[in-house]
């Protein structure tokens, strides 16, 4: 199924919303998790791609989801690849603008669902690889190991030519496509830890923005995951959760009003707890167990710390405030349905560079949203950027769910006043 018609789905009916997802270009990268020492077997082929959702309401930014996709290729014993798919769900954040029945977590659900079902090949073509080989492009293109003295020559060559010979861009001459079994097996990943804002500055001072405390995010993914679990996945699907520092007791509290049935406390990252923390913890951007791990490398430890100790520690560093709930929860299993769904041009815009993709996402994450007008000023800016320099439009949609719920905040707001745009005081 499309973007459009998942989010229709859970957007109030009636209603006009626009999304952006942009997907960057997808980049060969280190393993995620570190190989011992003495292993002889090849680093796993790693290709990383970064999505981001937005959505807009009456022309503001409403909502925004960052998520990572990683697939990490073996040789298998055909032509294909063998895959598994890791997605890592790095950031979710709203501003506090949408004056309209809207449940965040069923958006946050259909876009999970949406990038569960996206073919896996979709992200193995013109992927950039860690080097370079400028030996093999076409000598007659200019790139930064062209000499002064050589480019000179090849531009006087084209100035000399009356027609110019159709070349490759540089970009397909430099990068590499592979294709992988559609049966890949997938890990979906996250950090839950609230905070007061991950993608929209300054939003928290928006007094309508529903913060919700550790307790309540982590029931707010779990009631989003088991969804997913029963609806997505298949029977067998490992599901755990751990709360660092947490009895397996406790953490089971929280599992109680699941309705999948296999969930466990635990992560799905080794049951040995005596196992070197390094080689088992995957190394994503932005994630505390990352920094934790490297904090170890400083510290000298990165080779006697096992998985019990890192999750003891993890919980008494200083980036957690003391009594916040933070968790680990991990899926592991495979899809109910192949995943096959090649990601439209209507629902998808890929970024030509990486350059390209963090000045659009600069847009949306740049402005400060403590007043109404920081949402609107993203919005036009991405909306005129696509417009003018890439001919494209945000993906319009339509809501067409029933059962919409009406935020209190939206319904007190709906009572005192419209909204109006208050202008930030100019910097002098
Ligand atoms: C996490 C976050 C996106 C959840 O947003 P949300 O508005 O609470 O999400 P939902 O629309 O799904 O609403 C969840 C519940 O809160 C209730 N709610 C929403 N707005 C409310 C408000 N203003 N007052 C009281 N309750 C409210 C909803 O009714 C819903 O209740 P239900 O579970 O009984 O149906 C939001 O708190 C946020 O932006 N937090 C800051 C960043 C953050 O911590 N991100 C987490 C990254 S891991």
């Known amino acids: 199924?499309?973007?459009?018609?998942?989010?229709?789905?859970?957007?109030?009916?009636?209603?006009?919303?626009?999304?952006?997802?942009?997907?960057?270009?997808?980049?060969?990268?280190h393993p995620l998790i570190t190989a011992k020492h003495d292993t002889n077997e090849p680093a796993p082929l790693t290709i990383k791609t970064q999505h981001l959702f937005v959505l807009f309401y009456q022309g503001k930014v409403i909502y925004g989801l960052e998520i990572y996709v990683y697939l990490t290729l073996k040789h298998g014993s055909s032509s294909l690849f063998d895959a598994e798919r890791t997605i890592f769900i790095s950031k979710a954040d709203t501003t506090g603008y949408a004056d309209c029945k809207l449940s965040y977590k069923n958006v946050t659900k259909a876009i999970i669902q949406?990038?569960?079902?996206?073919?896996?090949?979709?992200?193995?073509?013109?992927?950039?690889?860690?080097?370079?080989?400028?030996?093999?492009?076409?000598?007659?293109?200019?790139?930064?190991?062209?000499?002064?003295?050589?480019?000179?020559?090849?531009?006087?060559?084209?100035?000399?030519?009356?027609s110019q010979p159709l070349r490759k861009p540089l970009d397909e001459q430099l990068s590499h496509s592979y294709q992988c079994s559609h049966n890949v097996k997938t890990k979906l990943c996250l950090f839950t830890r609230p905070a007061a804002e991950y993608l929209f500055a300054a939003s928290s001072k928006n007094p309508r923005k529903h913060v919700v405390d550790g307790e309540r995010l982590l029931k707010w993914w779990i009631d989003i995951l088991d969804e997913i679990l029963l609806e997505t996945f298949r029977e067998n699907t490992e599901a755990k959760m751990r709360i660092p520092g947490e009895d397996p007791i406790n953490v089971k509290r929280y599992l109680r009003s699941t309705k999948y049935g296999h969930w466990e406390a635990g992560d799905v990252f080794g049951n040995n707890g005596k196992d070197l923390a390094a080689f088992r913890l995957p190394l994503f951007p932005d994630d505390p167990k990352t920094r934790f791990l490297r904090k170890l490398v400083e510290e000298d430890r990165i080779y006697k710390t096992d998985l019990s100790t890192f999750w003891t520690e993890l919980q008494e560093r200083q980036e957690f405030k003391l009594s916040v709930i933070v968790s680990v929860i991990g899926i592991y299993g495979h899809v109910a349905e192949i995943p096959c769904n090649l990601p439209s041009t209507r629902d998808q815009i890929e970024a030509s560079s990486r350059r390209q993709f963090n000045s659009i996402k600069n847009y949306?994450?740049?402005?400060?949203?403590?007043?109404?007008?920081?949402?609107?000023?993203a919005y036009v800016n991405v909306r005129d950027f696509l417009k003018i320099k890439l001919n494209r439009k945000l993906l319009q949609i339509i809501g067409d769910c029933q059962t919409g719920r009406k935020s209190k905040s939206a319904e007190r707001q709906e009572v005192v006043t419209t909204l109006q745009v208050r202008k930030r005081p100019k910097k002098i």
């Open 1 to 29: 199924m499309g973007l459009e018609k998942l989010l229709k789905d859970v957007l109030p009916k009636g209603d006009h919303f626009e999304a952006l997802h942009l997907r960057n270009v997808p980049i060969e990268t």
């Open 114 to 162: 949406y990038i569960l079902s996206l073919d896996p090949n979709a992200y193995l073509q013109n992927v950039l690889p860690k080097e370079r080989d400028y030996s093999k492009i076409d000598p007659s293109l200019i790139t930064k190991k062209t000499s002064a003295a050589k480019a000179l020559r090849i531009i006087s060559n084209r100035l000399n030519q009356d």
């Open 364 to 377: 949306i994450t740049g402005e400060e949203y403590d007043v109404i007008s920081g949402a609107t000023e």
